[in-house]
């Protein structure tokens, strides 16, 4: 059964940083794009970042020099590095992969306050 879990959200002041996990079993990620999208309260979801199999990143224009997306194939998982989080990065994060038509983790969610 392939599974996307994803970890690492929570509360943190603008400024700051945080680390997201998205742990995948099922299938090894060194096989595919991997992607983080997220949900805002109200919003549509929005792509944020993606790293290709070669390990080349793209980022949308709102998170870019600020996140960083990596992967690691030994331990099948994916990571996005937020740092400088704004209010407006407060949402619910998925890791998504391109398997099985489209699979989404449950989300995590990550609240940027004071």
């Known amino acids: 059964q392939v599974q996307l879990v994803e970890s690492g959200g929570g509360l943190v002041q603008p400024g700051k940083s945080l680390r997201l996990s998205c742990a995948a079993s099922g299938f090894t990620i060194s096989g595919y794009t991997m992607s983080w999208y997220r949900q805002a309260p109200g919003k549509g979801r929005e792509w944020v970042a993606s790293?290709?199999?070669?390990?080349?990143?793209v980022y949308a224009d709102s998170v870019r020099g600020r996140f960083i997306i990596s992967r690691d194939n030994v331990r099948n998982t994916v990571y996005l590095q937020m740092n400088t989080l704004k209010y407006e990065d407060t949402a619910v994060y998925y890791c998504?992969?391109?398997?099985?038509?489209?699979?989404w983790g449950q989300g995590t969610q990550v609240t940027v306050s004071s």
């Open positions: 998504v992969a391109p398997v099985s038509g489209g699979l």
């Open positions: 790293i290709h199999i070669n390990s080349v990143t």
